[in-house]
């Protein structure tokens, strides 16, 4: 009987990463400069699990924010919810705290925690839990943040040059509640990891404030340790027989990618290299079995109509 797997593809806890020397350095280099990492390359390569990783590691507060093409750089920073407001003044026909209204995005909780429990001092910060807690689970208090913004090049190319002021200066202002939030001393210093997929070319003035930093495809020997790191994790033994399809995978994704590059289509990722694997172990298909070949299109060597 097949084995099943105990996680999902991508759960974004911060629990496995192959973390080279070199992207090591770079997050080195952008919290020596204090500048946001840029990192770029190939979707399904590993990009958006770095935040997590790093602030499980480092025992850092994590927040992300997932870019859409409707995102507004003040969502990062703030939201607040004019319709509700409106709707209560014309019911209470009262005097209204906005703070109640106000919600605070991912970097007003990276850079001042406890202004965003208080709304800026306007409510009591008693009754607004950091939204990180649900991710370290530590009782000692975290040193510094991890900020992800997933995906900037989806967003408006106004976003990016709207950011630069509060990513450089670490301070922005609410403009319903004229708050001023700054980077507090006990909060740390973060580490915002900014993605892209290179769908939409970002701006000069924004490129040029990040450390950059592009993720290398997959190698053959990368794939088979990317794998065992993610088996010894889910508790999964190692036999011969695992050892041999984690490498035929890894033959049938390098193969894949040769080929796509030929046709100059989509190169199949290390993330969908992973999804086979987990195909394989759960539905117990080996390189011999029958259904090995309607895997490999399941999974690895997509045909080009499907992305269509």
């Known amino acids: 009987m097949a084995e099943q797997t105990v996680q999902g593809p991508d759960p974004r806890d911060g629990l496995v990463y192959d973390m080279s020397d070199d992207l090591r350095t770079a997050v080195e280099v952008a919290l020596a400069t204090d500048r946001p990492l840029l990192l770029s390359g190939d979707p399904g390569s590993g990009k958006s699990s770095l935040a997590p990783y790093h602030a499980r590691r480092n025992g850092?507060?994590?927040?992300?924010?997932?870019?859409?093409?409707?995102?507004?750089?003040?969502?990062?920073?703030w939201t607040f919810d004019s319709v509700r407001r409106l709707a209560d003044a014309q019911a209470h026909r009262g005097r209204l705290n906005d703070g109640d209204y106000v919600v605070p995005g991912a970097l007003w909780w990276a850079l001042a925690p406890e202004s965003a429990r208080s709304r800026g001092g306007l409510l009591s910060p008693a009754h607004h839990r950091d939204p990180s807690e649900r991710f370290l689970h530590r009782e000692e208090r975290p040193s510094g943040a991890v900020v992800l913004i997933d995906e900037i090049d989806k967003a408006d190319p106004d976003l990016p040059n709207s950011l630069l002021v509060p990513l450089a200066s670490h301070e922005f202002t609410v403009g319903?509640?004229?708050t001023l939030v700054r980077r507090e001393a006990d909060a740390g210093p973060p580490l915002i990891v900014i993605t892209t997929n290179g769908e939409r070319d970002l701006p000069q003035a924004f490129v040029r404030r990040c450390v950059t930093f592009t993720l290398p495809g997959p190698t053959h020997e990368g794939l088979v340790r990317i794998a065992r790191l993610h088996l010894r994790h889910e508790k999964r033994k190692i036999s011969d027989s695992v050892h041999e399809l984690v490498v035929a995978l890894a033959d049938e994704l390098m193969r894949a990618r040769e080929t796509a590059g030929l046709g100059h289509q989509r190169r199949p990722s290390t993330a969908?290299?992973?999804?086979?694997?987990?195909?394989?172990l759960t539905l117990g298909i080996t390189p011999g079995d029958p259904r090995w070949l309607l895997l490999r299109?399941?999974?690895?060597?997509?045909p080009a109509e499907a992305g269509r």
């Open 272 to 280: 969908e290299y992973l999804d086979a694997l987990r195909a394989c």
């Open 297 to 302: 299109s399941l999974t690895l060597a997509k």
């Open 60 to 77: 850092m507060r994590y927040y992300e924010h997932v870019i859409t093409s409707r995102t507004r750089a003040t969502d990062l920073l």
């Open 176 to 178: 319903e509640t004229g």
